[in-house]
């Protein structure tokens, strides 16, 4: 079908005159059939352009939601490693502590044998409670060292639970953030 397009435009005063003006009052018809035409088509037209933005925003905020989803489950990865160090660590101190227990109710029974074989000893039995002391040093040593441990692991679970801290704030922020996208969606969408 063939649009017919005028030559010239309405002049000013026709084009400004009240609609119901240029209305056919038996059947409703404009009789500024073409200009009625060309204000729908500039109506149809800049509604186009509008969808076409929307549509635009939409794959903006999908991709943004793609790439959102995935730093999450990187992020999710991170922090059930995270989970699983932290928990070797408390197994560990805990394994530390009952052999520092062991050990310490060893040191003291092994104390109290050797005082008492000190005092009902005689001077041959004193070198033997001699060398007794000197595993009792050695025991000593021991202990030291797994206090020495218990220090680290109590700041390595430190450290490990401020990373925690960190990745939980990070990942409430990718989350707000990714709440903020979706608000700016839908005000574009309204």
Not at 32 to 39: D, M, N, S
Not at 44 to 51: C, D, I, S
Request: with cysteine.
């Amino acid at each position: 079908m063939e649009r017919y397009i005028p030559v010239k435009e309405l002049p000013e005063d026709i084009q400004q005159l009240p609609h119901e003006d240029t209305v056919c009052r038996f059947c409703g018809i404009s009789y500024l059939v073409h200009h009625e035409i060309k204000r729908l088509e500039s109506t149809v037209q800049e509604k186009n352009q509008r969808l076409q933005q929307l549509e635009d925003l939409k794959a903006i905020w999908d991709k943004e939601k793609a790439e959102l989803q995935i730093i999450m489950q990187h992020k999710e990865e991170r922090l059930s490693v995270s989970q699983s160090s932290l928990d070797a660590l408390k197994s560990e101190l805990t394994s530390l502590r009952a052999c520092h227990t062991a050990l310490q109710s060893e040191l003291n029974s092994t104390q109290k044998e050797l005082d008492e074989k000190c005092r009902n000893q005689d001077a041959r039995l004193l070198l033997t409670c001699r060398g007794i002391a000197a595993v009792c040093a050695t025991v000593r040593g021991v202990r030291q060292h797994t206090r020495q441990l218990l220090r680290q692991s109590a700041s390595q679970m430190a450290v490990l639970h401020s990373q925690m801290v960190q990745r939980t704030s990070s990942q409430e922020s990718q989350q707000r953030k990714c709440e903020w996208t979706s608000a700016m969606w839908l005000g574009c969408c309204l």
